[in-house]
């Protein structure tokens, strides 16, 4: 079955510079989620994207950006990239049903140096 | 709010004994639970969840969890635990009198080892 797909895989930028993760969901479903996770951290939620349209939002640096394309794909933007920002970034989808399942990508790791 | 607690940061079991995973829980409005995996430099995997009806919930790889409602918990459990099934357990929360597209909240996480 496909899965949620992540790229790139593995990302280094320096302070300051800015990046672009993307998402693609799994077939059908119309909303997608961003995770960060730190080191030894459980994933903390970011953003959410139902139908195009932003959900939910969480722990979101304002230096961050998101959204949700019509083919339903998700782009994380991440400028003045800092220290900190390092970290495994998981994308999730689900069918936006109350009860559906988050589906998780493999992750993005982005080391910041 | 909601907020999920595991309260071992580790669990060792010996290859072939029973294993538990705790986990407890706190949301506003029904709750929906989940559990799910992550080895490794890896993404996280969905093992199983519990939404309504029956407490004991099977899923993937031989896993089992219970939904107790007085006791606000849904442990994971596994009758024979395996080597490979040591990796870092999450367990995650939803409020179900939310709208559909709410987050998840994680809990913290349970390192299990099976020792051979």
């Known amino acids: 079955a496909a899965g949620v797909i992540q790229s790139p895989r593995h990302l280094i930028k320096e302070k300051r510079e800015t990046a672009t993760l993307k998402c693609y969901p799994i077939?059908?479903?119309?909303?997608v989620y961003w995770y960060q996770q730190g080191p030894g951290q459980d994933p903390q939620f970011l953003i959410s994207f139902y139908e195009k349209m932003q959900s939910d939002k969480g722990s979101i640096p304002d230096r961050f950006s998101a959204q949700q394309f019509s083919d339903y794909h998700s782009e994380l933007n991440m400028s003045s990239l800092e220290l900190g920002d390092s970290a495994l970034y998981f994308c999730?989808?689900?069918?936006?049903?109350?009860?559906?399942?988050?589906?998780f990508g493999p992750g993005t790791r982005l080391t910041v140096l | 709010a909601q907020s999920v607690a595991q309260p071992e940061d580790q669990v060792n079991v010996a290859e072939g004994n029973p294993l538990t995973v705790k986990c407890t829980y706190s949301v506003s409005g029904n709750p929906y639970l989940f559990w799910y995996v992550q080895y490794p430099n890896r993404g996280l995997q969905f093992l199983l969840k519990y939404i309504t009806g029956d407490n004991l919930v099977k899923g993937s790889y031989g896993f089992e969890a219970e939904f107790n409602k007085s006791q606000t918990s849904f442990h994971l459990k596994k009758p024979s635990a395996l080597v490979s099934d040591s990796a870092l357990y999450f367990c995650a929360v939803r409020d179900g009198g939310k709208t559909s597209y709410d987050k998840v909240i994680f809990g913290p996480g349970t390192s299990l080892s099976v020792i051979p």
């Open positions: 077939p059908r479903h119309d909303t």
């Open positions: 999730a989808s689900s069918s936006g049903l109350r009860t559906d399942t988050q589906y």
